[in-house]
């Protein structure tokens, strides 16, 4: 069995389409502003950290220079290098007299008049401190003295030595001696580059060191990162090491390890992604000649703030104006094919009885100004009433014919009963019994008047029962007090109209056949109506129908030409077969006829059908069969 295909409405599928195709195009058109709103955030924050790095490497370099010129200019000072060299003989001497250390005084005392000079009064450098190589220790700057100690107790003096005359800068390390300033003030590191420094012959004389207060070589770094919330900066020397923040824990990941990984070239942007797999925006730049590494990291999320309340207010909008435009293709489906479902509609409603009554229309107008669906709608509004006129034709000429076969069935009754009538009129005359002779004929004529009359095809109930009862009583007499007979009529089946003639074939059945064995012999019917169907019981105690007859019997009427059997119609040839004819004629598949001998010593033929309404008994039948 081939399976129903699936179907939709023209209103459905054009919502359907067009609300997807307009959907879809609103959908890209979003996400691609959407994301295009996110390029452009993502490039701004790139080109944000790019400023924020070259600006730190700027500050910082300018910083680590002026360190350096102090550096160079102690070195290349030829004031410095004869008084730091007069003092560093001096206290290498064991016994020194008074004169000599009075003379060492006064080269200290010019070391730091020149040192004084060259930081100024701004103090650009927090402290310079010169070292003789047996750990005498010049200072100027915040601190001014002569201090005696150990060189390998100090932290970069392995490094300096190492590197015979080149700079070193040490990494931020703790020195509550010096005054710090702004958020050093709680840390107090600070960051020294130091230099060996060589005599004539080339033998290192000193160390020269200038110290340099962390706040003030990273404080445009400590104002970047107040001033760009959720940015973070590091800067990192030659060898790795963390110099800022200085007064922070290094962070938990190495974001200089992670950017060299990306092979990440000088003030570009990448992401990286953290320890805690989140998210980070990394941009990267070197500080000239030192070698040093700025890093500025700022989380995505946090770069993406910025674009919550725009995607929230973005997301509802595109909800809104996409709901609003599957509202406005929801409508425009509607309206076009309202039409299309008021002419579906009036089909589903093309019944024969509303083809036939005229106070019902199907479809009033068309109401589109689409010309082929107003085209559409008029062509089914002039077939509709070509249908109502042929079918009101071919009604009439059915049931034209449908009369004119229940005329022919109703005309044939067995003359059998009227012989066997005049017989027993003989035989009481012969007996004298005038007074039964006298209730025959009348009977008689009662009865032969009523199936006389061809002018109606239907009767109430109660007047077929009661011309069969004029039957009975012809019988009655034959037979005498060996036949009973009973009749029970419901009220609200007394009106109800059946076929003329129905019930007598069955009862003259009985007389034939069911009244063979020893009287005495009883007959009972029984008429009701309810639920829309009438139903007439005609039961005898003849009992001999065997299920084998029965069900022959039932399945000849069953499969019984109607049109072999009308055109073959005589007079004698009716019984079963003219009720089981008339009411398939008149009900259709509402026709009930059936026999049943489950009872014992009795057999019950049940016939009935739909109640018919005045004006469709008027003109006869309107089902098929």
């Known amino acids: 069995m081939q399976q129903r295909k699936h179907r939709i409405s023209q209103r459905t599928r054009l919502f359907l389409v067009y609300g997807t195709f307009i959907t879809v195009v609103l959908v890209l058109l979003f996400s691609y502003i959407y994301y295009f709103n996110r390029q452009t955030v993502q490039k701004e924050a790139a080109v944000k950290q ?43 001497k064991k016994n020194v007299s008074k004169q000599e250390t009075l003379q060492s005084w006064n080269n200290a005392k010019a070391i730091y008049d020149v040192i004084t000079a060259m930081i100024g009064s701004f103090q650009s450098a927090s402290q310079v401190n010169l070292y003789t190589m047996d750990g005498t220790r010049v200072g100027s700057g915040y601190q001014q003295g002569v201090v005696k100690m150990k060189l390998s107790d100090i932290p970069w003096y392995s490094q300096v030595y190492a590197l015979n005359g080149f700079k070193y800068i040490s990494t931020p390390t703790v020195n509550t001696y010096l005054p710090a300033s702004g958020p050093n003030q709680s840390t107090h590191k600070f960051l020294s580059m130091a230099r060996l420094f060589f005599n004539e012959g080339a033998e290192p004389e000193g160390i020269f060191e200038v110290v340099q207060d962390c706040n003030t070589v990273f404080s445009l770094a400590t104002k970047m990162e107040q001033t760009n919330e959720g940015m973070h900066l590091y800067v990192y020397n030659a060898c790795g090491e963390l110099m800022y923040p200085y007064a922070a824990a290094a962070p938990q990941d190495n974001y200089l390890a992670l950017a060299q990984q990306k092979h990440l070239p000088n003030e570009t942007t990448c992401t990286v992604q953290g320890a805690d797999r989140s998210s980070q925006i ?34 509802l ?27 579906t509609r009036a089909t589903k409603k093309l019944t024969m009885a509303r083809v036939l009554d005229d106070s019902k229309p199907v479809l009033t107008s068309a109401d589109s100004s689409i010309a082929e669906i107003s085209d559409l709608c008029t062509s089914f509004l002039t ?61 008689l004529c009662d009865y032969f008047r009523y199936i006389a009359d061809t002018a109606r095809t239907l009767v109430p ?38 076929p003329k003639l129905i019930v007598q074939p069955l009862v003259e059945n009985a007389f034939k056949y ?18 829309g169907h009438w139903q007439i019981r005609i039961e005898d105690n003849g009992g001999s129908l065997s299920d084998q007859t029965r069900d022959e019997i039932l399945q000849e009427l069953a499969q019984m030409d109607y049109t072999e059997e009308l055109h073959n119609l005589h007079i004698g040839g009716m019984g079963l077969k003219s ?32 109640i018919e309404r005045e004006e469709e008994a008027c003109h006869g039948s309107t089902i098929d069969v």
């Open 50 to 92: 790019a400023n924020v790095c070259a600006s730190v490497r700027d500050s910082v370099k300018t910083e680590l220079d002026n360190m350096s010129t102090i550096s160079l200019n102690l070195v290349y000072s030829s004031a410095i290098r004869e008084n730091f060299s007069s003092f560093a003989a001096y206290t290498e």
């Open 282 to 315: 990394l941009t990267k730049d070197t500080v000239p000649n030192y070698e040093w590494t700025v890093l500025a990291v700022e989380s995505k999320d946090s770069v993406f703030t910025s674009l919550s309340v725009f995607r929230s207010v973005f997301f």
């Open 317 to 343: 909008l595109a909800a809104g104006i996409i709901l609003g435009t599957m509202v406005v293709c929801f409508l425009f489906a509607k309206q076009m094919t309202q039409p299309l479902l008021k002419l």
């Open 383 to 443: 077939m509709y009433d070509r249908l109502r006129k042929s079918s009101r034709d071919l009604l009439l000429s059915r049931s034209e014919e449908i009369r004119a076969n229940l005329r022919a069935t109703q005309s044939l009754i067995n003359p059998h009963f009227l012989y066997n009538s005049l017989t027993s009129i003989s035989i009481l005359a012969e007996d004298g019994e005038d007074t039964s002779i006298v209730r025959m004929c009348n009977a």
């Open 461 to 498: 109930l109660q007047e077929e029962l009661a011309c069969t009862g004029k039957y009975i009583a012809c019988m009655q007499i034959r037979f005498g007090k060996t036949f009973s007979y009973t009749c029970e009529v419901q009220p609200q089946a007394q009106n109800v109209l059946i």
């Open 514 to 531: 069911a009244f063979n064995n020893a009287p005495p012999w009883r007959l009972h019917l029984c008429a009701t109506a309810e639920n």
């Open 579 to 610: 009720t089981y004819l008339r009411l398939s004629l008149q009900y259709g598949q509402d026709a009930v006829f059936n026999i049943d001998n489950s009872q014992k010593e009795k057999t019950v033929f049940l016939i009935g059908g739909s």
